[in-house]
């Protein structure tokens, strides 16, 4: 069969993906234009967006033209000034806070106001680790709302030169003078300094956002990589669709201590030249770009996702889990080749997820000579008593939809059950690479509420138990699916797709979204907790452009993603690929510095 792997969405934006954002946009119907190309693959469970390169290369020029339009009114040499001596005033009291709270605001004007709640639900998502979340549009904020959280988070993705500023003067006025964290991310933190007063923001800070340009020296260079916790990540953007960072102006003695958090390396300089990526003074946290464009599995995201806990949890002790699933398993599996991978993994101590299809289709006979297959679970006895053992001795079993493909037709491969979407449709173009085309026409809260109900008939029909865990097949499915894999199962996990209107509340725009991984256990917009997948899986053979990944490579991302001080490694695994590559990814991990936990375990 095909590698069933190939279609997980990749964490990485491709100069062939359509928009990519922080997560998967949708495309169209067939009979539209496609807008998103899905980078499957190994590295499932990625961060995506589904917009073409052409939006993101006119999105980028833009904002970069208005950065110089206003670096052309301010001069370009930077202005020391002497601190000066301020009286803040209070913001206005509020009701005390109970419990970790966070308030993410996004922009919402201009041309590509619609980028901004795809990045305001990805920020949310992450925020969601640490407690409840209030997500709005930055302009529907009011007088005093940060003292009601824990920490305000803003999502900088419009560009306001100050002449059309959307951000009201009462956040800027509340910023300045509450103690209460403040993470701000990408534009306008120059607008912040105009309205509190340069001399006021510089005396709190030590820095001077509005000589601090996304292109200091007339380009925004060649940063391939952010080095954070002593560990270089990537940063890997097509040529024409880099916005550029901000670089900060920190202004030195005798203005306050300005803590560097992140060094962006600029390679287009010889030898390469470093500048602030992140940096924090007072209660701001400030980060140059919006680190959620074209996201890799071992990207300057990672930076983002621990940097939250500075804001949120500070106090959170270091802790590194680990996670296996083993993925696609159906009636038409291989009895001997589960039991392998069980009994490795339960003699080696390591507990497990392990997914599963209940009903086996080949509509088409793809793999069966022309002849049309049929198997489920009550037809598989062999696989059934392999799936039984598997739960008594430490696996925890996980629903991986009813099918796994979609009616009697390619999508997008051949109709069979592990190759296809369920609850999406696709197609591969001509240069081999899989698009999106959007929901499936049939798509109803009661049509996707019919498919579970039927699934978990099968596994109770053979004595399993209904699972509680849910895996999307290939990680695609409306925002109305979401909501109702929400009702059956107490946790998804997976990477996802969000879509515009989800959080704004106008009508949900399955034409764009972003694709999302997480390093911790989630709850995201659509209310559900959501289990960390964050390193892919084992991939020998190159499919649809995408590249081979092998154990060292989802080895390399764990250690990675040691810098976050409460994260997770984790990745899945075909059994039908043997266990020699499980063997070594799971020995890497825990050399690393993981302990496998069990999926069950980690449901907070």
Do not use: C
């Not at 959307?166 to 300094?193: C, E, K, M, R």
């Not at 109709?415 to 049939?442: M, Q, Y």
């Amino acid at each position: 069969m095909r590698s069933k792997n190939t279609l997980r969405l990749m964490t990485t934006m491709s100069a062939t993906a359509a928009l990519f954002i922080p997560l998967l946009l949708a495309v169209p119907p067939a009979s539209a234009a496609p807008t998103a190309r899905v980078a499957h693959s190994a590295a499932a469970g990625a961060a995506s967006l589904g917009v073409s390169p052409g939006v993101l290369k006119s999105y980028a020029g833009k904002q970069l033209a208005r950065d110089r339009v206003r670096r052309s009114r301010l001069g370009k040499q930077p202005v020391i000034r002497q601190a000066a001596s301020t009286t803040t005033v209070a913001p206005a009291a509020t009701a005390a806070l109970t419990g970790t709270s966070a308030l993410v605001l996004y922009d919402t004007a201009g041309q590509y106001g619609f980028l901004g709640e795809l990045y305001g639900m990805a920020t949310a998502n992450l925020s969601g680790h640490f407690g409840t979340v209030k997500t709005e549009p930055v302009s529907a904020y009011s007088a005093g709302q940060m003292e009601q959280y824990t920490a305000t988070l803003y999502v900088g993705s419009t560009y306001y030169d100050g002449t059309n500023d959307a951000i009201p003067a009462a956040l800027y006025q509340d910023a300045a003078a509450s103690s209460h964290p403040l993470v701000w991310t990408g534009f306008n933190i120059w607008n912040f300094a105009n309205s509190i007063g340069i001399a006021t923001f510089e005396s709190k800070y030590g820095w001077d956002p509005t000589t601090s340009y996304l292109a200091p020296n007339g380009s925004v260079g060649n940063v391939s990589t952010v080095v954070y916790k002593g560990r270089t990540l990537t940063r890997k953007i097509p040529a024409g669709q880099d916005s550029g960072i901000v670089h900060p102006h920190v202004l030195g003695a005798p203005y306050p201590p300005v803590t560097t958090l992140a060094t962006a390396q600029d390679g287009s300089t010889s030898p390469a030249t470093a500048f602030p990526w992140a940096v924090r003074s007072g209660n701001l946290t400030y980060i140059g770009e919006i680190p959620f464009s074209y996201v890799s599995l071992t990207d300057r995201i990672i930076a983002f996702e621990d940097l939250l806990f500075d804001a949120l949890a500070p106090a959170t002790a270091a802790r590194h889990r680990a996670l296996v699933r083993l993925e696609d398993i159906s009636p038409k599996s291989d009895p001997t080749q589960l039991m392998n991978a069980a009994k490795y993994l339960f003699n080696n101590n390591v507990p497990y997820g392990f997914n599963v299809i209940p009903w086996y289709r080949d509509p088409l006979g793809h793999y069966n000579n022309g002849v049309a297959e049929s198997i489920t679970l009550a037809q598989a006895p062999a696989v059934v008593t392999a799936l039984k053992y598997m739960i008594s001795h430490g696996g925890t079993i996980i629903d991986e939809g009813y099918t796994h493909q979609y009616r009697d037709i390619a999508d997008p491969y051949n109709g069979v059950s592990g190759d296809d979407f369920e609850f999406f449709r696709a197609h591969i173009d001509v240069n081999n690479s899989v698009i999106f085309d959007g929901t499936v026409p049939e798509d109803t809260d009661a049509w996707a509420q019919g498919r579970i109900t039927a699934a978990i008939a099968l596994f109770r029909q053979v004595g399993l138990p209904a699972p509680s865990l849910w895996v999307t097949p290939h990680y695609a499915a409306s925002d109305v699916d979401y909501r109702v894999f929400a009702r059956t199962f107490a946790a998804r996990y997976e990477s996802s797709l969000y879509y515009p209107g989800t959080v704004s509340g106008g009508a949900v725009d399955h034409t764009r979204w972003i694709g999302q991984f997480f390093p911790y256990v989630v709850h995201d917009v659509y209310g559900t907790t959501v289990l960390p997948e964050n390193l892919g899986d084992y991939e020998p053979v190159s499919l649809n452009n995408n590249p081979v990944r092998l154990p060292a490579d989802i080895i390399n991302a764990a250690k990675l993603n040691l810098a976050i001080r409460d994260g997770f490694a984790s990745f899945f695994y075909d059994p039908s690929e043997g266990t020699s590559a499980l063997k070594q990814t799971v020995s890497g991990i825990r050399t690393a510095g993981y302990t496998f936990v069990s999926p069950a375990s980690v449901l907070g």
